[in-house]
């Protein structure tokens, strides 16, 4: 999602996950060299990392971690100030750790990062960087029993007889998928250094249409799998809760597994919300005739009105 165009368009740029600091560091020299000199953007990329930066080709992070530019920045305006101020890097880390609130505002420019969280093993990130995850997010599963089959692919070769170069095999399958995500507003505003609760829900809003709309791309030149949810249910409660158990049944085909899975799920969200006295705030679109669920959910013609719904904290 966080590569999509339209994240891009109405979130803003994503952080830059590497592990290779050496082209990291080439990045920044680039970004921020008008407004850093460029030992000053070494330095902080080498206190962040723990690793020294220099004109070596090759320099690589303990693991994969997401940098936000923008964060950086300022981490680049801290140490010029120390060196302004004769502050060493231990005293600089302390007065950093003193206010991680104005480190977190940083990552308003790098939402998936407050959304998916960041782990940090080695220097300064590692006691200023951690981030906990706002969302969470699971394996997307078929509601049904799904049989694998066989396709074969070929490398065309227009100069030979037989036209090909290779033939080979590939097993594939396809289902209705279940796709489930939680999002925590207080941890989000948290992560965002303080981010209003009306912040929270525009970031939670645009992550609703992304689960809709947003397809893993391996493939798709092959499978064409651009299909968009056929239901989006949102949900607002103090726990959260996933409807993957109204599949452990697997669903039976009639006349397709679309619309008795969307029975499957409409009937156990019933049953889920008068067991434990669900009162929340809920809302559904659908592009199909199931009988909809009972109850205080809210039934939506467009998944543009679910995410206006959305944006004003569940209310209509």
């Given at each position: 999602m966080r590569k999509s165009d339209y994240y891009a368009q109405n979130i803003g740029e994503s952080s830059l996950r590497t592990i290779h600091l050496a082209q990291l560091r080439d990045v920044l020299r680039q970004k921020l060299g008008e407004?850093?000199?460029?030992?000053?953007?070494?330095?902080?990329?080498?206190?962040?990392?723990?690793?020294?930066?220099?004109?070596?080709?090759?320099?690589?992070?303990?693991?994969?971690?997401?940098?936000?530019?923008?964060?950086?920045?300022?981490?680049?305006?801290?140490?010029?100030?120390a060196e302004a101020d004769n502050l060493d890097d231990r005293k600089l880390l302390k007065v950093l750790k003193e206010d991680i609130a104005a480190i977190r505002v940083n990552l308003q420019q790098g939402v998936d990062i407050a959304l998916s969280g960041r782990m940090a093993t080695s220097g300064m990130m590692s006691e200023l960087g951690k981030v906990d995850g706002a969302m969470s997010i699971a394996h997307a599963i078929t509601t049904h029993q799904v049989d694998s089959d066989i396709d074969w692919f070929t490398a065309v070769d227009d100069l030979q007889e037989q036209g090909s170069a290779h033939l080979g095999t590939q097993e594939f399958s396809s289902g209705v998928f279940y796709r489930y995500a939680n999002i925590n507003l207080a941890q989000l505003q948290e992560n965002l250094g303080g981010a209003s609760r009306e912040q929270a829900l525009e970031i939670a809003t645009h992550v609703v249409h992304m689960l809709a709309t947003e397809v893993p791309g391996a493939k798709q030149?092959?499978?064409?799998?651009f299909n968009p949810a056929d239901m989006v249910m949102v949900n607002f409660s103090d726990m959260p809760l996933s409807m993957a158990n109204a599949f452990e049944k697997a669903v039976k085909a009639n006349d397709g597994f679309l619309q008795p899975s969307l029975q499957a799920f409409n009937q156990y969200w019933d049953r889920v919300a008068n067991g434990y006295g669900l009162n929340g705030a809920a809302a559904q679109f659908s592009l199909s005739d199931v009988d909809p669920i009972t109850g205080q959910v809210q039934q939506m013609p467009t998944l543009e009105q679910l995410k206006s719904w959305v944006r004003n904290n569940g209310e209509a």
């Open positions: 407004r850093f000199e460029q030992k000053i953007i070494d330095k902080t990329l080498a206190l962040l990392s723990g690793k020294s930066v220099d004109e070596a080709e090759k320099i690589s992070a303990d693991a994969v971690t997401p940098w936000v530019v923008g964060e950086i920045a300022w981490f680049c305006e801290q140490v010029a100030k030149r092959t499978y064409a799998a």
